[in-house]
């Protein structure tokens, strides 16, 4: 499979733990995008890495949570002091660029995090 | 910012019929709008695109429409079978590093 992958795909943890989350985006691919989605709601933009460089951040992203890229391939998503309300679907996506010439996002399946 | 947003949360059509699932959005200078489908516990995956310079692009069994004019795009599928049944989010590019703006989903449920 050349699609993204992700893991853990499930993690469940109590508040004040902290949690790492990887994202292996498709080799080719040199963006990579983090977002979050709640239940019933689509998912919400959290931060943007081309190559190594994390270029944009959404306002979401709390001083709690950190990303890295550090060799431009995998990307983590780190989130400290866990509370109640991260709880969700943290999913990554990478680009390359579609037939229309406009960079397509290809999704992972996400990690689904439970916080106690 | 943009908003973007869909008509009807759920949908339910029978097996063969056609489904067509709208979607709105606020920002005119937006330029390509993409339908992902998400099933019950993976991510979303990619299903059509169009840029605004397009009204209409077809794929397997999929055709989205756009209209520029009162800023809406649909998504149409033929024949909707069982696989069909999922959310279906559209969504808009916005800012610079092209991030996604998603809409809250129309639930498509489909019955034999």
């Known amino acids: 499979d050349t699609g993204v992958s992700q893991d853990p795909r499930h993690k469940i943890t109590k508040r004040g733990q902290n949690v790492t989350f990887r994202c292996d985006p498709i080799s080719e691919h040199n963006r990579l995008y983090w977002y979050r989605q709640t239940l019933g709601q689509g998912p919400e933009f959290l931060t943007y890495?081309?190559?190594?460089?994390?270029?944009?951040k959404s306002r979401l992203l709390s001083d709690r949570f950190s990303a890295e890229r550090p060799k431009g391939s995998f990307s983590t998503l780190e989130i400290q002091r866990t509370e109640q309300g991260d709880s969700a679907m943290y999913l990554c996506a990478s680009s390359t660029l579609g037939g229309l010439g406009q960079e397509t996002q290809y999704f992972g399946p996400g990690t689904r995090l439970l916080v106690l | 910012g943009e908003n973007v947003g869909l008509h009807l949360p759920t949908l339910s059509v029978q097996e063969g019929d056609n489904s067509i699932i709208n979607c709105a959005y606020s920002n005119s200078a937006s330029d390509y709008f993409i339908w992902y489908k998400q099933e019950s516990g993976k991510g979303p995956q990619f299903i059509i695109d169009i840029r605004s310079n397009m009204d209409k692009r077809q794929g397997q069994r999929v055709t989205v429409l756009l209209n520029k004019t009162v800023k809406h795009l649909s998504l149409q599928i033929a024949a909707t079978q069982p696989g069909d049944s999922a959310v279906y989010f559209c969504?808009?590019?916005?800012?610079?590093?092209?991030?996604?703006?998603f809409g809250a989903g129309t639930r498509l449920a489909v019955h034999p």
């Open positions: 969504a808009v590019i916005s800012g610079g590093y092209n991030k996604l703006i």
């Open positions: 890495f081309q190559n190594e460089a994390q270029l944009e």
